[in-house]
């Protein structure tokens, strides 16, 4: 039997208020075919991890708990608005971080501990990056200049805690729920 999981970086609540506060601001009324990311769905993927064994777990668990305790809090801070396309139609926008060593370092780290247990390594380069909103199909591009000319200033926030989430894919979307977080030091 397996689970489909991931490991994300938590996002604070009122660093989650003051980005749907940012949000709406910009966002103004009459865009139906957005799909809002909720709250509580908020955060930074370090790690898909897809269907996992869960006799894996214990050992997966242990591994992740492990490499957190050894890692340093580091400051944070959302920069600005990007949009990740599907070949030429927008599919996310995203908010995205400014450059920080650290969390690269510990993304590697994660990385480098869990292809001993079979994962694979990522190839693509590591781009922390919060998901805003979906696109349900290609809009127009005055919604990617309505955010995208907006930059992000003064939301900052300590890492702190790790989350390994069970992703469970239903018909009206993604749902997560948090198996399982450990505290850098």
Known sequence: MTNRLFIALEIPDEVKDKLIYLRNEIYGAGFKKIKWENKDKLHITLKFLGETEIT???ELKNT?????EKQKKTLLSFSEFGVLYNNTSPRILLTGTEKNNELQCFKRNIDDRLSELGFEKESRRFDPH???????RAEDSI???KFLNKKIENVKFT?????IYKSSLLKSGSVYEPVDAF???
Request: overall charge neutral; charged content about 30%; hydrophobic content about 45%.
């Open 143 to 145: 919604i990617e200049e």
């Open 130 to 136: 919060l998901t805003i909103f979906r696109f349900k």
């Open 56 to 58: 894996l777990y214990p």
């Open 64 to 68: 992740v708990s492990e490499t957190v």
């Open 183 to 185: 505290f850098m030091k």
């Open 159 to 163: 890492t702190e805690k790790i989350v």
